[in-house]
């Protein structure tokens, strides 16, 4: 044997034993997390697959179980046939029934709580107290969707429900989904989406995905690494706005009627103002944008437009409602998330410019629009709405949600007066 052969001999077994070594570490570091206490959290990824027109898309009949790395909550996910978080129903809509299809993102589907506390399963409850099987309350909602996915879901699923009514519940984060959605779409002859796909192709996930799938379906490890190099990367975004929006702070409004934002929220102020809607939807709480930024936003209510037609064109009423941030509620709301993300754990957004254009919008449109806001901050002093860490609704913010709807749904005689 040669020198070269056996050196080679002695590399290939050192080669190995490093190998061996450090998948033992990694074991040893895998039991001693979960030795140690720390949650797996079981993300989106065990009930969501990839769709060629929705770009993301509920897996039907899918069972899976998602955890609060902070203890939060613990909740099992099922799927409906229908590829809906909710129970089953039947695709033809049974006769005498009033069907309400509720279209969102994560509010919605609000997997943070079992599936008998989202709002629009509380919304049925409710309704059917005293007239049982005569409302059907359907949860379209999707993690991460947006208006531009909301219309297409609606176009090529929701229609087929049949339903009566429509609820849109815009959540802060739609302008900017709509931003980084719309760049994967494609357009028809007039300028309405016919599909939002991945950057990646489909066809070619299988070739890389299920060694990352295998370590997110088994490994707490993963998890706890991955969470905190996000965590590390927000705050390093957070605190480069920080440092831009700092040479502003002199400039922020004076404490006057004229302000809708409280003189309190100064540094809060100029923090957002570091930051650009197309990529970062806190940004929505300035009064200001961009002209890229106002264009991003025209955009949304142009998808918000073609729901309206959509359903105008089959005979389906409609309604909109944005969905309350928690630093908008009570500064005692989602204290320990808000510091994540760059915010003061004891200030809060005061200002209504969210809400207000999309009341113009609605207003200029003949939608009713629904404003839970007030009504979140009156029962928040009595009550926790919100997860503190998560920042997604808990039951009791599902069940205001639930209740403020349906009063505002009776009182504008949006319903059947029968």
């Known amino acids: 044997m040669s020198v070269w052969t056996k050196r080679l001999s ?31 959290v079981y993300g989106f990824h065990q009930f969501i697959q990839p769709s060629r027109v929705l770009h993301n898309e509920l897996i039907p009949n899918a069972v899976s179980r998602y955890i609060s790395e902070q203890g939060e ?138 060694f990352k799938q295998f370590l997110r379906n088994n490994s707490v490890l993963y ?12 705050e390093m975004k957070t605190e480069e706005a920080k440092i831009i929006g700092d040479g502003q702070t002199t400039n922020a409004p004076a404490n006057s009627e004229d302000s809708e934002i409280d003189l309190a929220l100064a540094t809060h102020l100029a ?3 570091g930051k650009d809607l197309r990529e970062d939807f806190f940004a929505i709480f300035n009064e200001t944008f961009l002209p890229e930024e106002e264009s991003a936003w025209q955009q949304t209510l142009v998808w918000l437009r073609g729901i309206h037609q959509l359903c105008l064109q089959n005979g389906i009423a409609i309604s909109l409602i944005p969905v309350p941030q928690p630093n908008q509620v009570s500064t005692e709301e989602w204290k320990e998330g808000k510091q994540l993300w760059g915010f003061d754990a004891d200030h809060m957004i005061t200002s209504p410019h969210f809400q207000g254009r999309l009341q113009a919008f609605c207003e200029q449109e003949r939608i009713p629009f629904i404003n ?47």
């Open 10 to 40: 002695a590399l290939s077994i050192n080669i190995l034993l490093l190998a061996g070594i450090m998948v033992f570490m990694l074991l040893l570091m895998e039991g001693g997390a979960r030795l140690f206490g720390v949650n797996k």
């Open 73 to 210: 909550f613990d909740v099992d996910i099922r799927i409906n046939s229908m590829g809906l978080r909710d129970q089953e129903y039947t695709l033809d809509k049974p006769e005498g029934v009033y069907r309400i299809l509720v279209l969102g993102d994560s509010p919605v589907v609000g997997i943070e709580v079992p599936g008998e506390e989202t709002f629009p399963n509380q919304m049925e409850q409710l309704l059917n107290q005293d007239n049982p099987g005569r409302f059907e309350v359907l949860n379209g909602g999707m993690q991460g969707y947006s208006p531009i996915l909301y219309y297409l879901f609606l176009k090529e699923k929701g229609l087929d429900f049949n339903p009566d009514l429509v609820l849109i519940n815009f959540s802060v984060t739609d302008v900017t989904d709509d931003y980084d959605h719309a760049k994967r779409a494609r357009f028809d002859e007039e300028g309405m989406p016919v599909s939002v796909t991945k950057d990646v192709q489909l066809e070619d996930q299988v070739s890389y995905v299920p």
């Open 223 to 234: 998890h706890f690494i991955r969470d905190r190099y996000h965590r590390f990367q927000y």
């Open 271 to 273: 923090h957002l103002a």
């Open 372 to 418: 839970p806001l007030p009504r979140f901050r009156e029962v928040s002093l009595q009550k926790q709405l919100f997860y503190p860490y998560d920042g997604h609704f808990n039951k009791e913010g599902h069940r205001v949600m639930a209740e403020h709807i349906l009063d505002a749904l009776t009182t504008r005689q949006i319903f059947p007066q029968n």
